[in-house]
């Protein structure tokens, strides 16, 4: 853990505080007391596959990969940790790979993901390799294979038991950045009213919020823990989905469905119903298969266009 938050929280674009300051901070403060902490919270998650995330990840790419056999070849890679953007670019490359297509598994855009994303794996494939076509998927915050997917599940969980309110809930990011022109909120916006036509959700019965605080600075609100306690405290029976996330993690699993459930249930309400992630649901692995053939047919149009031919 320590390794790992040294990595994230050393980011720039994830924290971009004064250098020395954070430097401080960081290396004083957080890593010594949060790696602890945070090791004790996987522990409640974690699984006989190990960490969830990369277990579902890895299970994602292994299907999403036949259903694209013949067309492309399909790597996974994390930002931060392993499996490295390094070790995916150079496998790529291994099998004779000179046109790599890049797709974040965030569908809203933000500096703080997307972001970092891009600008590690150009760092990467700048000093790895000096030849071939490096591309990056468009945003697909409202694409309608994505929509669907997150749709389809959480239809399920409501014909299951009906719900008295559904709660999206989502990643939140301080608001000194979207004040900089960071789009993401607006695709979380776009993301929610998608899901909410999608789903004929009523005015009212539905509300976009967002999780995971960390600091003391303004970030996007509502507040998730707020919306959902003060829920509680009418009883209610509320249904809570994050759509910002294709994979369960510790933000979902114990931060939704452990500690919030908790902090529901404190308050007085009735069932807190936690819909899963996508995951490595069947619909889901048809539906990034064809975002990722969309973006293969464009960049190919664009390359026959320019008079370029290249190997996929």
Same mark, same amino acid.
């Not at 390799?129 to 945003?139: E, K, M, Y």
């Not at 909120?185 to 019965?205: I, K, N, V």
């Not at 919306?227 to 910002?244: F, I, N, Y």
């Given at each position: 853990m ?8 050393g =980011?720039?674009?994830?924290v971009d505080?004064?250098?020395?300051l ?7 403060v957080?890593?010594?007391f ?12 974690w699984? =006989?596959? !190990? ?9 994602? %790419?292994d299907?999403v990969a ?7 070849h399909v ?14 670019l150079?496998?790529l490359? =291994?099998?004779?790979? $000179?046109?790599?297509?890049?797709? #974040?598994?965030?569908?809203?855009v933000?500096?703080?993901t997307t &972001?970092?994303?891009?600008r590690?794996? %150009? %760092?990467v ?13 468009? #945003?697909w ?6 929509i669907?997917s ?21 990643h ?5 950045y979207?004040e900089? &022109?960071?789009?993401?909120?607006d ?7 998608a899901l909410?036509a999608?789903?004929?959700l ?6 976009l919020a967002? *999780?995971? $605080?960390? !600091?003391?600075?303004p970030?996007?609100? #509502?507040?998730?823990v /707020? ?5 509680? *405290?009418r ?20 931060e939704? !469905?452990?500690?919030?459930?908790? =902090?529901?249930?404190?308050?007085g &309400?009735?069932?807190? @119903?936690v819909? #899963?992630?996508?995951? /490595?649901?069947?619909?889901w692995?048809?539906g990034?298969?064809?975002? @990722?053939?969309?973006?293969l047919?464009?960049?190919? /149009?664009?390359?026959h266009?320019?008079g370029?031919?290249? %190997?996929?």
């Amino acid at each position: 853990m320590r390794c790992f938050l040294k990595e994230f929280l050393g =980011d720039p674009l994830v924290v971009d505080l004064n250098r020395v300051l954070w430097w401080c901070i960081r290396n004083l403060v957080i890593l010594p007391f949060r790696s602890r902490s945070s090791a004790r919270l996987y522990q409640k998650i974690w699984t =006989d596959e !190990g960490s969830p995330l990369i277990a579902i990840s890895g299970k994602l %790419r292994d299907r999403v990969a036949r259903q694209l056999l013949g067309i492309c070849h399909v790597e996974l890679a994390m930002r931060y940790g392993e499996p490295s953007i390094e070790r995916g670019l150079q496998r790529l490359l =291994d099998l004779g790979c $000179r046109d790599i297509l890049v797709l #974040p598994l965030f569908p809203q855009v933000s500096i703080t993901t997307t &972001g970092t994303i891009e600008r590690e794996v %150009r %760092r990467v494939a700048g000093r790895i390799s000096s030849d071939g076509r490096l591309s990056f998927a468009a #945003p697909w915050f409202a694409h309608q294979a994505y929509i669907s997917s997150v749709a389809a599940m959480i239809r399920v969980a409501m014909q299951r038991k009906p719900v008295d309110h559904v709660v999206l809930s989502l990643h939140g990011i301080p608001v000194r950045y979207v004040e900089a &022109g960071d789009p993401y909120r607006d695709h979380c916006e776009a993301t929610a009213a998608a899901l909410a036509a999608e789903l004929a959700l009523a005015p009212g019965s539905w509300t976009l919020a967002y *999780q995971s $605080r960390f !600091g003391r600075e303004p970030w996007l609100e #509502p507040d998730t823990v /707020d919306v959902v306690t003060e829920l509680g *405290q009418r009883g209610r029976r509320v249904l809570v989905a994050c759509p910002g996330f294709t994979a369960d993690c510790l933000e979902t699993l114990e931060e939704i !469905g452990q500690r919030l459930r908790a =902090d529901f249930e404190a308050a007085g &309400g009735e069932e807190l @119903v936690v819909v #899963p992630c996508l995951n /490595d649901n069947e619909a889901w692995v048809e539906g990034l298969a064809r975002i @990722v053939t969309e973006e293969l047919e464009a960049g190919a /149009d664009a390359a026959h266009a320019a008079g370029q031919f290249s %190997r996929i």
